[in-house]
């Protein structure tokens, strides 16, 4: 099982810039057309049934994902940020906790979104919180995945973030990643950066089988 103590220094960065982050990303889903339209397809794809914003920081996607129609909840490591998540978003549900232990019984979500959210965890314990999401998920409900993506296929690599320790992947490694837990891959958009980012962005929707 993950140590969490080799989340600590990624808890407490979120904790440290969680104001200033909640301000700079409060409307930036409106500049970005492509996202929201996977977020309107992942919405789609979902049945009734609580739906799961993984790594949720201020709650900016889990207040979309409501406003879409869904049953969405919030999980974050930072307990400023389920703060401002809770104070943005009264009516929602936000739990504070790593995303690779969830409070969630076997197969009860009906959908997974992980909005640049496993970019902060370590390459070799990724295994681990797929195999979480693929414990929670049920089957057919879908898991929408937000990263940068790697130079080259079948990559990962270092990323140098603004906040905390991160990585960026080749989709095709994510996509190895998941398949043994049970996912199957549904649609990927890799769309060319627009500044300020620095490399593509990758958004992958698998499915749990
Ligand atoms: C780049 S922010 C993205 C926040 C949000 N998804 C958004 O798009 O606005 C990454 C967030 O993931 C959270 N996070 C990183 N690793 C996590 C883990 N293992 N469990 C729960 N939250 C995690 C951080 O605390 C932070 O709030």
Redesign the pocket.
């Known amino acids: 099982m993950m140590d969490s103590s080799a989340?600590l220094p990624?808890?407490q960065a979120?904790d440290e810039v969680a104001e200033l982050y909640a301000d700079l990303?409060a409307k930036e889903l409106d500049s970005k057309p492509f996202e929201r339209a996977m977020l309107a397809a992942f919405a789609e794809s979902a049945g009734a049934g609580p739906v799961a914003d993984?790594?949720?920081?201020?709650g900016?996607?889990t207040g979309h994902l409501h406003s879409l129609g869904l049953d969405a909840f919030g999980?974050?490591?930072?307990p400023e940020?389920i703060r401002l998540a809770r104070a943005a978003h009264p009516r929602l549900r936000f739990e504070l906790g790593?995303?690779?232990q969830l409070h969630a019984a076997d197969a009860s979500l009906a959908g997974i979104v992980a909005?640049?959210?496993i970019i902060?965890?370590p390459p070799q314990l990724l295994p681990e919180v797929f195999a979480e999401f693929g414990r929670v998920l049920r089957p057919g409900g879908p898991l929408l995945l937000g990263f940068m993506a790697a130079d080259a296929p079948h990559e990962v690599q270092p990323y140098d973030h603004r906040v905390a320790p991160a990585f960026r992947w080749s989709t095709g490694r994510i996509e190895e990643l998941l398949r043994p837990h049970g996912f199957d891959i549904v649609a990927r958009l890799i769309r060319e950066p627009v500044d300020p980012e620095r490399c593509p962005q990758v958004h992958l929707q698998v499915r749990k089988n």
């Open positions: 989340l990624t808890q979120y990303f993984l790594g949720c920081g201020p900016r996607i999980v974050d490591l930072s940020m790593p995303m690779q909005w640049y959210s902060h965890t």
